[in-house]
């Protein structure tokens, strides 16, 4: 059974730093790229950074590029994205979401499996 957990997200003031976490069960990150996603309230669920299976390569919204990093460790079934410069516009929910295959690592409807999402509220 695929399972996705995340957790990290909460309060930071603008400028801040936060880590989310997603845990993974019921797969293996050598088989399955993981992405992150957000939702703010009354828009549409967006790709933020993802990170894929075999090579590790990862791509990034053009908005966090530079701010945010996606990384992961097999050993623990983790991964994990660290954000930093962060701006009230990144509020948000944040999911973790997997998939085998995509033809565009940031977008949602590729993505099969999700967490239940944490929420990051930066204030200005």
């Known amino acids: 059974q695929v399972q996705l957990v995340e957790s990290g997200g909460g309060l930071v003031q603008a400028g801040g730093s936060l880590r989310l976490s997603c845990a993974v069960s019921?797969?293996?990150?050598?088989?399955?790229?993981v992405g992150w996603f957000r939702q703010a309230p009354g828009k549409e669920r967006e790709g933020v950074s993802c990170?894929?299976?075999?090579?590790?390569?990862?791509y990034y919204a053009d908005s966090v590029k530079g701010r945010f990093t996606i990384s992961r460790d097999n050993a623990k079934n983790m991964v994990y994205l660290q954000m930093d410069s962060l701006k009230p516009e990144d509020t948000a929910v944040y999911y973790c979401?997997?998939?085998?295959?995509?033809?565009?690592?940031?977008?949602?409807?590729?993505?099969?499996?999700w967490g239940q999402g944490t929420q990051v509220t930066v204030s200005s």
């Open positions: 019921g797969f293996t990150l050598d088989d399955y790229a």
């Open positions: 990170i894929s299976s075999r090579d590790g390569t990862t």
């Open positions: 979401a997997a998939t085998y295959y995509s033809t565009n690592y940031l977008v949602a409807t590729d993505f099969g499996s």
